[in-house]
């Protein structure tokens, strides 16, 4: 289901009155019962709801992957119960050593419990996303003839964010850090809170839970900021994102018309719809959560002000970002053979070569899981390891800029600020392209044009007019890029965009904002985009 | 807090007043060269009722001379007719007039029986955009929509239409509030003249039954009639093309016996009726102009006259008044688009 | 009573939402939700399909496996008329119609064996129909006027044949229907028109 479409406004605005109809304690029950059914629904048409009443298979993995999540809490819960049980029973009767045997065995048993959960949920993640990959890779190597069949799943709608989010909690718990939830319902809600299914973020189920499963009364500024950030995002997808996609799609759609300087204007374009599409769908999620009284994990904060990678990723999809941090890229640095690698290359390579191999093990491990999770695909996974690589570079270079810097005082320039974000803005626009074409070679090839087949003329022949934008259409776009940037700036100078008091005029900024995106929205049978896509096929 | 709730009242109704505004613009307001969209809502400008009411497609609007019908029989007529006007938006839009009014006779062109299923997002527009919103309206609206289109945007149409906005026109500002009047009494006027030429054959068919969605509007049309007490005439108009096959004639006369109707194929009575399709036609011989929309009304009306006895209301002062002002409207546009024609 | 209240709102609740959620048709995918990066990243994978699905433009992309041949081209139903209409020459004659309200033309081609029939859509034409009007010329299966219905039952074995040779024979795929129509056991024409 599409964060803008009708069914799913309607959905919310009716779910927001009755969660403050219904007395406090049957909110989140509601809430539960609100998600499960759009879940069901789930982007299935009337038509087919009714062919098809039956519960869909992503139900099922849904709900086997919660279960598993709760039995596992839960029975690690129990071990540190019991444990705790036992020492607090046997104080001064057992030895140091004892005790510390005792905590051991208990930690292993949570450990197998934990293991065997994880195998479970991500391995419904990796089997209904990948199993086809992972075939189609084994095919090239195989002759015809003796190919294997790709198997007809349907990978489960939102199972990478719900995966990662269940996990997250098991994880948690076992670390001690989270107590286990002992209302199945409630685990059930946090693992299927539907805004977070659309497109994120993955939340934390001690950030979430506390506002999760209170009761809400209805406040003025929770609807006020729920509406300004949903009115925000529905700005950017709307009025930009929907006018840019289908150009993006044509453009990369046809390698052969669209080269050169075209390959330099799709990355920009690309560079400003992913922006706006997926920084407004967030802001529509943390909004609608707003309106129930929830908080969500901001997941952007002005990615495209950073000044170089290393900061964009603190600042672009935080939560994902932190989550392969927490749980992949410490666990993994610690755990016993690394510390042995590290230990061994320190005694045989030297310090300073030594104590960078498990960094870049671990990192390697990061951003080849970062890239396999956004798809099935060898493009997302080479956009990870570029990634990778441009980090780590840009890491060894570091002593060489600060000589520079040192010599060259530029550095607290505004000039220099500005180069470097358009400096990290086009490089990371760069590597996102592999996500724009069909293939690796492919991406290389048509990047390559950009630089080889230099052709300025586009911007004069009228050529951008013919690649389904018209002048109404540049500026409109023109327009909202100065509106966002203007707003990203202010957010920048002050932290915040609106003062409190000031709530008429920001309400009625937003009634502006609102007729804005009726208006100029690219939306509905008049928007003929899919007129000029069609027309490339 | 009290300034705030005042605030919000102020700000809302600006949001609504703003949409609503934005929505009226927005708009197309068939004022140009398209006329068609805009003659559904002319209906509801009228003061007096009306002893005839046409209901169809282009084959009523513009073969139908409803100031000839005045003007000879003091019949009183309306043309409740659209661009490709589909039999269930036929019926729903009489179903709406007949809460307006009682005519005594409802003139119903057959033609569009072919069609069993919604067609052409356009023509929807043009025919349901017009309506006042009622139940008709909705189901009308239901029973129209293609797959693509859907309910909302016929609720707030400016969800459908938003992207005008860069296409707006002089008119789309001077007729905010008010449009001219494109029709007399739903009849549109042309005055040019392109003779009939030759048709193509028309292409076998395999299957010549009209639908059953088609025949189950012109069942619940015949029941509207039947318990309001309205004759309901069927016709089939002069014009030749599109192809009206022999087997669809047939299934119309079985039709109208069983249901004690009458109907009426005009093609084979173009020479009692007086067409000469030479230079009774504006295109080529798809449609009549105004010379043979008049001889067409002078035929039909007699028809009407003998057949349903209807009141001749030239002496009638409650029509006179408001029938002096359309005839100057119609002689006043006829003479418009022939000096049009000279330049 | 409480509890009973709270369940009864539940109830309420979700069937409000299955409503609302239902109210109208969506086209949408769900891909998008599950996938990465979102839409662009998506749709450019399988080079758009998706949101080519969703457009009307999909509804009238031919998609039948049922093709006339004329002029060295594949002529289908719903096909943009400029792909092949230079390969036919000259028709012998040549009709418009113009539809109401300014809303394009519809056109006849007739030319010696078959007739096409457009219709317009935005600004090109499609085609709405095609006649096939006399033994010269065949359907791409081999189906030719004056076959019998026991020779179409064996050309079109693959496919499913509806009605009987008393009136006429349909085949339809995809969108198209193209139909054989008897007259006193033997076809009389062959036209290829949109299935509903």
Known sequence: MNLTSAEFIITVIVLAVLYYIVPKKAQWPLLLVGSLGFYYVAGRSYKELIAHPSCPPQMIYILVTFVTAFICAYVMGRIDGKAKEYLAANKGTISKEEKKAFKAKAKSRKWAVLLIGLIIALGLLCVTKYTNFVIANINSFLKEGSRIKPLNIIVPAAISYYTFQTCSYVIDVYRGKTEPQKNPFKLLLFVTFFPLLVQGPICRYDDLAPTLFGGHKLEECNISQGLTRIIWGFFKKMVVANRLAPVVIALAADTNSYRGTFVFILMLFYAFDLYCDFTGGIDITIGIARVFGINVAENFNLPYFSKNIKEYWNHWHITMGTWFTDYIFYPVSVCGPMLKLSKWSREHLGQKVGKRVTVYLSSLLVWFTTGLWHGAAWNFIVWGLMNYVVIMISQELEPLYAKFHSKVKIKNTIGYGIFEIVRTILLMSMIRMFDVYRNVPLTFKMVGTMFTKVNLRIFTDGSLLNIGLTKPDYIVLLASFAIILTVSIIKARKGYVFKKETFAVRHFLLAVLLIAIVVFGAYGVGYDSTQFIYNQF | MKRKIIASVLISAFLIAGLWFAQRLLMPKYQGQIVEGAMIEEYYDETTDHDVIFIGDCEVYENFSTMKLWEEYGITSYIRGSSQQLVWQSYYLLEETLKYEKPKVVVFNVLSLKYDKPQKEAYNRMTLDGMKWSMSKYNDIKASMTEEENMLDYMFPILRYHSRWSELEKADFEHFFEKDKVTHNGYYMRVDIRPQGEFPEPMPLDDYSFGDNAMKYLDMMTKLCKDNGIELVLIKAPTEYPYWYEQWDEQMVDYADRNGLRYINMIPLQDEIGLDMSVDTYDAGLHLNLTGAEKLSTWFGKYLVDNFGLEDHRNDPKYTKVYDDKLDFYYKMIEEQKDQLEE | ?196
Request: net charge negative; charged share 25%.
């Open chain 3, 1 to 196: 009573m409480k509890y009973k209240k709270i369940i009864a709102l539940m109830l309420t609740a979700a069937m409000v939402l299955i409503m609302a959620a239902c109210s109208s048709e969506s086209n949408e995918t769900t891909a998008a939700a599950a996938g990465g990066e979102t839409t662009a990243a998506a749709a450019s994978e399988d080079s758009g399909n998706e949101i080519v699905s969703e457009g009307k433009a999909a509804a009238k992309t031919p998609s039948s496996n049922l093709k006339f041949k004329a002029g060295g081209k594949d002529i289908q139903i719903n096909m943009d008329t400029s792909e092949f209409l230079d390969a036919l020459g000259d028709p012998d004659s040549y009709f418009e119609a113009e539809s109401c309200a300014f809303q394009g033309l519809d056109k006849v081609y007739t030319f010696k064996d078959f007739v096409i029939r457009t219709y317009p859509d935005g600004d090109i034409d499609r085609v709405s129909a095609i006649e096939l009007r006399d033994d010269i010329v065949t359907t791409a299966e081999g189906a030719y006027i004056g076959m019998t219905e026991d020779d179409i039952k064996s050309l079109y074995g693959s496919f499913t044949i509806e009605g009987d040779a008393s009136t006429a024979l349909t085949v339809k795929d995809g969108d198209t229907k193209l139909s054989f129509i008897f007259e006193d056991g033997s076809i009389n024409s062959i036209t290829y028109t949109a299935a509903e």
